[in-house]
Nanobody, 119 residues
Framework: QVQLVESGGGLVQAGGSLRLSCAAS????????MGWFRQAPGKERELVAS????????YYRDSVKGRFTISRDNAKNTVYLQMNSLKPEDTALYYC????????????WGQGTQVTVSS
């Protein structure tokens, strides 16, 4: 199994920045890709960004391109999400998740960290 623990959420004004961290433990050698998801009240969960653990191939959803940066530190088994120029619509519960292959769904999830952007 893989355990994921997020940190770094909080309250920030519009235009501000936050950096989320997700520390992985357990069978980290089995991780193929890690992703950051978010879910706002009344909305479906959406993939914000993801990174292939070995190659650093990256995906961003259009609404965060140019503002968010995903990165990983292999030595620390940690993935980060640097969020700049935050907007009120970025307010959500942010989760990190991992998957073991390209074809399988994300199967391990963290507990989530709240990000609130005030206008």
């Amino acid at each position: 199994q893989v355990q994921l623990v997020e940190s770094g959420g909080g309250l920030v004004q519009a235009g501000g920045s936050l950096r989320l961290s997700c520390a992985a433990s357990g069978r980290t050698f089995s991780i193929y890709r890690m992703g950051w998801f978010r879910q706002a009240p009344g909305k479906e969960r959406e993939l914000v960004a993801s990174i292939v653990w070995s190659s650093a191939t990256i995906y961003y959803r259009d609404s965060v391109k140019g503002r968010f940066t995903i990165s990983r530190d292999n030595a620390k088994n940690t993935v980060y999400l640097q969020m700049n120029s935050l907007k009120p619509e970025d307010t959500a519960l942010y989760y990190c998740a991992s998957k073991s292959t390209a074809a399988t769904p994300y199967d391990y999830w963290g507990q989530g960290t709240q990000v609130t952007v005030s206008s």
